[in-house]
């Protein structure tokens, strides 16, 4: 059974920092692309960050480029998210997801139709 438990979530004021993890477990080796997507009160969900399951690439959106990376320990099956210079507009749900490469480039998608694995999320409140 297919599990992603997100956590380190929190409350931190704007310039704070925070590290999401995402524990992963029973996934089949069909899964090569893990991410990070975010929803926001009233906004559709976006992806914020995707990595390779060899780790040999990983993109993130132009939004938090600079201030977010994305890394994992394939070893203790754990995605991470190094979240810095937080704002009040990074404020939103975070989950995790896992899934397939993307149909056109062989890439790891930073849109959601790819995925089909879900974690329950965990929340990042940003305070100016």
């Known amino acids: 059974q297919v599990q992603l438990v997100e956590s380190g979530g929190g409350s931190v004021q704007a310039g704070g920092s925070l590290r999401l993890s995402c524990a992963a477990s029973g996934y089949p080796a069909s899964v090569a692309c893990m991410a990070w997507f975010r929803q926001a009160p009233g906004k559709a969900r976006e992806g914020v960050a995707s990595?390779?399951?060899?780790?040999?690439?990983?993109d993130v959106a132009d939004s938090v480029k600079g201030r977010f990376t994305i890394s994992q320990d394939n070893a203790k099956n754990t995605l991470f998210l190094q979240m810095n210079s937080l704002q009040p507009g990074d404020t939103a749900m975070y989950y995790c997801?896992?899934?397939?490469?993307?149909?056109?480039?062989?890439?790891?998608?930073?849109?959601?139709?790819?995925?089909?694995?879900w974690g329950q999320g965990t929340q990042v409140t940003v305070s100016a």
């Open positions: 990595i390779l399951n060899t780790g040999t690439r990983s």
């Open positions: 997801a896992a899934g397939r490469l993307s149909s056109g480039g062989g890439l790891c998608s930073l849109g959601e139709s790819p995925y089909y694995y």
